[in-house]
C-alpha cells in the first residue's frame, strides 16, 4: 500500500493560486488512480478532480472545472493540484485518496487509503 501526504496549502487572496502536492511512498504509485477531495467547515468530504493511474484521463467537479487541474508525476510519485481563480467558497482541508482498482469514484466512502489533508483558506 501507499501512504500519502499533502502539502502546499496555505493563505491567499481570492483571484490567487496555488498548487497541492500529494507525495506516495511505495514503489507501486503509478497503479493507483489519485482523487483530491475538500472538506469545509461543517460540510460533508466533497470531490473535486481525479486522474487515472496513466495521467491519461481526468475528471473535475462543476465548481472547479476550468479553474483547477490535477496531473501527476509518476517518476517522482506525486499527484498535483493546480487551483487558479481561487475564490473564498475553496476554503477547505484537502485532502488527496488512492485507489487501485476503479478511478474517478466520487464518494469518499469507496476510498481506504487517504493523506492528513492541508488546509487552504482563501481570503475575500
Known amino acids: 500500500q501507499v501512504q500519502l501526504v499533502e502539502s502546499g496549502g496555505g493563505l491567499v487572496q481570492a483571484g490567487g493560486s496555488l498548487r497541492l502536492s500529494c507525495a506516495a511512498s511505495?514503489?507501486?504509485?503509478?497503479?493507483?488512480?489519485m482523487t483530491w477531495f475538500r472538506q469545509a467547515p461543517g460540510k460533508e468530504r466533497e470531490f473535486v478532480a481525479a486522474?487515472?493511474?496513466?495521467?491519461?484521463?481526468?475528471r473535475y467537479a462543476v465548481s472547479v472545472k476550468g479553474r483547477f487541474t490535477i496531473s501527476r508525476d509518476n517518476a517522482k510519485n506525486t499527484v498535483y493540484l493546480q487551483m487558479n481563480s481561487l475564490k473564498p467558497e475553496d476554503t477547505a482541508v484537502y485532502y488527496c485518496?488512492?485507489?487501485?482498482?476503479?478511478?474517478?469514484?466520487?464518494?469518499?466512502?469507496?476510498?481506504?487509503?487517504w493523506g492528513q489533508g492541508t488546509q487552504v483558506t482563501v481570503s475575500s
Open positions: 485518496a488512492a485507489d487501485r482498482t476503479t478511478w474517478g469514484r466520487v464518494l469518499p466512502y469507496d476510498y481506504d487509503l
Open positions: 486522474i487515472t493511474a496513466s495521467g491519461g484521463n481526468t
Open positions: 511505495g514503489r507501486t504509485f503509478s497503479m493507483y488512480s
